[in-house]
DNA sequence: TTGAAAGCGCTAACAC
DNA sequence: GTGTTAGCGCTTTCAA
């Protein structure tokens, strides 16, 4: 029945004895071609297993029915990053090496792009995800660029002139990071509240006041939650906070002073840090300083991962409502696409304090 | 600088002062382009703020440069399926109701999806994620595989004859499924012998005799579980099991049933499942029918997905390489690109016994 | 080394 | 209701 070649239009057509035209208002419009057509058409198409071109199309009306997501090499990233930081900790304990590491996956990211996958198939849009690598440079990024009707971004992935050029042809949200005046759309969280809140609890339901925040504090999220972490200090009347604690040396290092630091007589009340994996991190150094939480010291930690809940014991933080995130990127994405320049948005999602034993509550 | 529509060649070539043949080769064959001329379209390229249109040239090359999964409605269907089990079991429980629920993710297809983003990275392709459900119909999963130089599908996800037209385009391998004679390329992994020897560890060192297995066998990969199962029963003298359990009414049902089974005298000594999913929902049966696992009787997994190891107690189970799968995958896919209808290609994966608590053992 | 030109498969005016 | 036809932006012979 069939030739040799994959099937096109012009198959289609010969073989139903109609126009290319017709073909494609058969699958576009059908309700402008006479059923009888169109049953013949379709019949035709069905047994030449006809497949349309999306390339094809998407050249043709200027839409390829595809977003984005540029994952950079977070996964990888991820790994490398915990494995480092020697996070064996965890009341699950690690088994043998093959089984699948909670610290690893599913990650912040992941929970975002499983929200984005979610409400793209709910929209009818296919998701194009590209991953880079720190090697493969922009051209990654522009590649799947190229491809879609809009792109979601983490912030520090893309450098900002690239970002910009592809502003000007699709629709762009930064996920998770403050609007700033770049021409970007953004979607993030109230980092700097939730922030506070949990602060606020640290101080008024556990009467802590020597708080250490632990964190790099390099991305605006890390920043507008350490922002919000001192002014809840201030306001409670505990000005001079201990400076942010952060090693650029990488995780062991930074294992390494930290569990020194704990080892002093003058060591802090509780531990504040910018996300759950630094938490779990610091929990893995109190346990080495001989220490144990929440007797000796309050951990939290910050976005609400799986790991952070499986921890031992579980971790005190703010949980990010990272699928609702990723749904929203999507909204905003459809919403504009087709309006490279349109006029950026901005959405800001609240977070939860989320309770659980690493402050000193007794909670689960 | 720039004209209000996004750049194309055309518009690169003539700021250049060249033709859009050398635009073209710029990108594609720098080395065929004296290097002055390449600077020149570069340069023109950057102040253009030139994005090439993946779509055109899909168009002309015949090729997309990505792969396609389709994940039909699995994320969608398991959050539904876990929240009708009341899968509230699990040492985790539960937090409040915007907080992840692992019993939810991340599962089997999951943890197989990251693998194939990780490979497609790898080895240079774009992912196209599409995204169905029950009434979406193959429009949606034949719309992906127009855009892919290549397809991976999990079984009973899409209709036989609408893989086998699309398979005649592109290849197309059908994940964690035996060899059939489909002409469609396989992945998949030991099931028979997995469950042979996790029955085997209850028989022997365990001295089970009477075992059940729960779960449907309605996929090739629970039947070859089954069979397994079957197997070693027969290879210890127990040949005459008791039928398999499984109730099509859903899960509610299938949970009163499962506990009025456990509560009479003559219930089983222990109970193996056809998934760790499965497996969960026994927990939480057995746990309603007031007993105690594993000291009245033995519960087993098969997957080895997380929500299984942070279980009470957690689930001794078969361990499936889904990340390697994942990989195997684009690796079959990346080997056949623009030869879709070669030789169909088999691949079978180990998978490996993990000993945990619900069979007995002490172990973690 | 570079340019001219012929498509790739489909969509959507526009004409009939 | 259906057919004709002109692109969509890019790749790639083939010539120059």
């Known amino acids: 029945v069939s030739a040799d070649k994959t ?64 994952a950079y090499d977070f996964l990888l990233d991820a790994a490398e990053n915990v494995n480092g930081a020697g996070a064996t900790n965890g009341g699950a304990g690690g088994d043998a090496a093959d089984d699948i590491d909670a610290a690893t996956f599913p990650l912040y990211v992941d929970e ?36 879609v009707d809009g792109l979601a971004v983490f912030p520090q992935t893309v450098p900002p002139d690239v970002l910009d050029r592809i502003a000007g042809r699709i629709p762009v949200v930064e996920v998770s990071h403050a609007p700033r005046d770049d ?89 504040v840090c910018a996300t759950d994996l630094d938490a779990i991190a610091v929990l893995d150094a109190v346990a080495q300083a001989g220490l144990k939480v929440p007797r000796d010291l309050a951990v939290t930690g910050f976005d609400g991962i799986l790991a ?26 459809v919403e504009h696409v087709g309006r490279p320049r349109a006029e950026p948005v901005s959405i800001q999602l609240p977070v939860r304090l989320l309770i659980r034993r690493s402050c000193g509550c007794s909670g689960r």
Chains 1, 2 share one sequence.
């Open 7 to 70: 099937p096109t239009v012009y198959d289609v057509a010969s073989r139903a004895g109609v126009s290319i035209a017709t073909v494609s208002f058969t699958f576009r419009r059908p309700e402008r071609v006479r059923p009888a057509t169109r049953a013949a058409v379709l019949a035709a198409a069905s047994e030449l297993g006809y497949v349309p071109n999306a390339s094809a199309r998407g050249l043709a009306d200027g839409r390829t029915g595809a977003l984005g997501l540029y």
């Open 183 to 271: 021409g970007l759309h953004h979607v993030t969280v109230d980092n700097a509240g939730g922030m506070r809140e949990l602060t606020r609890h640290l101080i008024r339901e556990h009467g802590l006041r020597d708080l250490l925040f632990v964190g790099a504090v390099d991305s605006a999220d890390a920043a507008a939650r350490h922002r919000g972490f001192r002014a809840e200090l201030r306001a409670a009347g505990l000005g001079r906070a201990r400076p942010a604690f952060a090693h650029e040396e990488g995780a062991r290092a930074q294992a390494r002073a930290l569990i020194e630091l704990l080892s002093r007589s003058d060591r802090p009340e509780g531990v």
């Open 308 to 333: 952070g809940r499986i921890a031992n014991p579980p971790l005190t933080t703010v949980r990010q409502p990272m699928e609702q995130l990723g749904r929203a990127v999507v909204d905003v994405l």
């Open 112 to 147: 975002v792009q499983r929200g984005v996958e979610l409400q793209c198939w709910q929209r009818g849009y296919a998701l194009m995800l590209g991953g880079g690598s720190r090697t493969s440079g922009d051209t990654v990024v522009t590649d799947i660029a190229g491809r």
